[in-house]
């Protein structure tokens, strides 16, 4: 079958020939249908992120995937019913973490990861995977489905966000989102029920497709090249929430600046190693005295992926109709993986 893979020692894709995966006991067999190429996939074709799986010479990509049930195996599952995989398996010893359903918050090393960590992702025609990894989806969900798995790791981030200042009474009335690639801006879509105003900063010019769903929800472009990150809240206004979606290592410290007291900042990007100077002690002070909090936050487990299925039926459809811009058959690997273009989400479709 075919398979998009990444070859030991290279950092572009290549299309394989690859044996057909057989469904273990408790295995789902799928048929994929979409796969969706984010901002990790690009780190693990360039050797930032991840891992190959043991003892193999290539890594079949891709972790954001709607596929179809082509054997339920003796599951629960029907024949034909569309699902989205999450994206952790246990590794080999302690699945504490994976038995108490929060695979999320699991210490790496105890893990595997679809596509990214020390396992096989979902460009491939078939795939397997223990049912209870499925998260089952309405048809309609066929084409917008790839989206549910980086919502979800926005659901589960603005839920730690949310949580960490649940003590007290904050009603989060302005938000910024840093970076403009999809993950940005599907958090700034998910927002706007919750926010009065929001930001998202990029570092594009006009026209650009993104500046333009920016604005279409009535948020503010922020240019980081003429507003640094550290001067918004004196350009703009000081924010109750930031989410910071581009692994740029220094936004994660500019975050601590532009926070209002009581704010709250979550980090999901993943930045290179990167040494710059900060001045630690006044970023330390302001993390005390005005009450802030700075959070990581990675992947997302289950109940995530339920939400963010209720949440992509809210989102509205000329958002969703311009987030897609690219959809691409596993021949068109040079294409897909060219993202130098004004494409924002580019999708693998192997129907
Ligand atoms: P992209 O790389 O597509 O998007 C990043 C965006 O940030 C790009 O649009 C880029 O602009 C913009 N950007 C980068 N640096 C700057 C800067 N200095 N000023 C302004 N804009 C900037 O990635 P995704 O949207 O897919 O994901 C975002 C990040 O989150 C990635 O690092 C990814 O690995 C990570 N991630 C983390 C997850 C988690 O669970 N923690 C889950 C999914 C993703 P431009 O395109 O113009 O260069
Ligand atoms: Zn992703």
């Known amino acids: ?5 990444v070859e030991r020692g290279e950092t ?20 994929t249908l979409r796969v969706g190429i984010d901002g990790t996939d690009f780190e693990v074709l360039d050797g930032n992120h991840g891992g190959f799986p043991a003892g193999d010479e290539y890594q079949i990509l ?19 019913e569309l699902v989205v995989p999450t994206v952790r398996r246990p590794a080999e010893g302690s699945h504490e973490f994976f038995e108490r359903g929060e695979p999320d ?12 960590e020390g396992a096989h992702g979902f460009m491939a025609e078939f795939v397997t995977t223990p049912a209870e990894f499925l998260v089952p989806i309405p048809d309609a969900f066929a084409e917008t489905g790839v989206l549910i798995e980086p919502m979800s790791n926005t659901v589960k981030a603005l839920e730690l966000a949310f949580a960490s200042r649940s003590l007290f009474e904050w009603d989060p009335k302005r938000a910024l989102v840093l970076g403009n690639g999809p993950l940005g801006l599907l958090t700034l879509a998910m927002l706007q029920p919750t926010v009065e105003r929001s930001y998202c900063l990029g570092r594009r010019d006009r026209p650009d497709p993104t500046i333009d769903i920016i604005e279409e929800f009535g948020a503010t472009y922020v240019d980081s090249r ?4 550290s001067d918004i809240a004196d350009v703009h206004e000081p924010m109750d929430l930031v989410y910071e979606a581009t692994g740029h290592a220094k936004h994660a410290y500019d975050t601590i600046d532009v926070l209002a007291p009581n704010g709250v900042g979550v980090l ?6 990167w040494t710059f100077d900060i001045d630690g002690g006044r970023l330390h002070r302001e993390l005390v005295l005005g009450n802030k909090a700075l959070l990581g936050s990675v992947n997302s487990h289950i109940r995530h992926f339920e939400s963010a299925k209720e949440s992509l039926e809210t989102l509205p459809d000329w958002f969703l109709d311009r987030i897609i811009t690219d959809v691409y058959s596993p021949t068109e690997l040079e294409d897909a993986f060219d993202d130098s273009t ?6 693998i479709d192997f129907t």
């Open 268 to 273: 999901l990007g993943i930045p290179n190693e």
């Open 342 to 347: 004004d494409c924002i989400k580019q999708v």
């Open 226 to 229: 003429t507003t640094p990150v």
């Open 62 to 80: 891709g972790h954001e995937a709607v596929c179809a049930v082509a054997d339920p195996n003796g599951t629960d599952l029907t024949e034909g």
């Open 1 to 5: 079958m075919n398979a998009i893979a």
């Open 105 to 116: 918050m699991a210490p790496p090393g105890t893990y595997r990861e679809r596509g990214i």
């Open 12 to 31: 572009e894709p290549s299309l394989l020939d690859v044996p057909e995966p057989t469904p273990a006991d408790g295995e789902v067999l799928l048929r």
